[in-house]
């Protein structure tokens, strides 16, 4: 049965086991993306070469809303089976989330210098995204703020469930006051049809972000488990090998 | 159960006019944020005129942010949060009464005393109106959410702090459906449907709000 591994000890081998396979697939996939993106995908005939940061840009703002979906639905999971280790996944996703949201503005505003112009524009987009990181740092901060771990867990959990309700009025919201108050000077004019290699190339970097994402998420987790459970035999055991 | 409510509400107001300066304090904070705007950007009528709903607004969230970490605390210093958890009515009630007391003692004054800072941004009458209808249904929202975001930080280091960081981004619709009603007004335009935007969000936060807030009352004191 599957809710066997539901337990630190049962999953924390079989975690180290995980680890090196995604890793190595990230690494494929990304040197693969990569490859395509600089050299075989064609120059942008509106943009030119700046344009070629969407291989990074567009799965690492992919990755950050999907990260935080799939961490509250590990924290539903937590408060609802009671499972240690469904907060502890939470824990450990949250960071690559938040680092992956910080790429996601990064890569957008050094993006937007050549392209708009500025390097931040109020534009819907970047200020939900914006909000979204608040939303991964006040959940990493409540986590640390709590001393006692189980009750970090759950109290984590409920707000990230009360952020995953919120994000899309958020995003709503934002989407209204941007129309309202943006001018014409900026829009987005991406080209709508992409060359194949163009959607090679960042599909190929979407996989490797996800791959990167789920090797960095179990490493993590085994060092939670790790830290959480280091005067259990069994972790002095398997460590003592 | 509505007896308890109402218990629970005249205990806390009671509480509250036993210590007025903690309410006036709220009110105090509020009046001097929104007026160092003024001062940080100068005197400009049109200027002020322009930012005047957004200043309202954000000084009201981080008036009402203030006075959030009070919400509990004290109740679970003494102990009678305790008693109130293993009391027969349900946790609903208490955290309901909760929120009505903050929303009486931080919400209610902050929408009559805001008009004043209105005048003081040049807004015309009309959009003064709309400012305090705004902010008559969005300050709930404020205590709806602050009170799950009080109950989750109970116990936690540097609760004050924190409690910014959780709720503020869960604040961006009210300012965005507050203040915009405002600049919706002042341009001519309906502000209805920014504050019928604005009722809905009320609504959601109040299905939303006090679940996570008894849900974390009960991890707190687990």
Known sequence: ?241 | MAHAFLLLVRRDLRIALRRRGDVLNVLVFFLVAASLFALGVGPSPELLRAMGAGVVWVAALLAAMLSLPRMFAADLAEGTLEQMLIAPQPLGVLVAAKIASHWLLTGLPLALVAPLIGLQYQLPADALAVLLAGLLIGTPVLSVLGAAGAALTLGARGASVLLGLLLLPLYVPVLVFGAGAVLAAQSGIDAGAQLALLGAFLAVSCVVGPLAACAALKIALD
């Open chain 1, 1 to 241: 049965m599957i809710f066997s591994y539901a337990a630190p000890q049962a999953f924390y081998p079989v975690a180290g086991r995980m680890v090196p396979w995604f890793a190595w697939l990230a690494a494929i996939l990304a040197a693969g993306g990569l490859y395509v993106g600089f050299f075989v995908a064609p120059t942008d005939a509106t943009q030119g070469e700046s344009y070629r940061i969407i291989f990074i840009h567009v799965p690492a703002a992919w990755m950050s809303m999907f990260l935080y979906l799939v961490m509250a639905g590990w924290a539903a999971l937590g408060l609802i089976l009671n499972t240690r280790l469904s907060g502890m996944m939470a824990s450990a996703i949250a960071p690559t989330g938040a680092m992956f949201t910080f790429l996601a503005l990064w890569t957008g505003s050094l993006w937007g210098k050549p392209t708009w112009g500025t390097y931040w524009v109020w534009d819907a987009r970047l200020t939900s995204e914006l909000v979204l990181l608040f939303l991964y740092l006040g959940f990493i901060a409540l986590k640390a703020a709590i001393p006692d771990p189980q009750r970090a867990d759950r109290a984590g959990a409920v707000l990230a469930l009360l952020g995953a309700v919120n994000v899309p009025i958020i995003y709503f919201s934002v989407v209204w006051w941007s129309t309202l108050h943006q001018g014409a000077s900026v829009s987005l004019t991406r080209s709508p049809t992409m060359a194949a290699t163009m959607l090679t190339g960042m599909v190929l970097m979407a996989l490797a972000a996800w791959m990167y994402s789920i090797a960095v998420t179990l490493l993590r987790l085994r060092a939670i488990i790790r830290s959480r459970e280091g005067d259990a035999e069994w972790i002095r055991i398997s460590a003592g090998k």
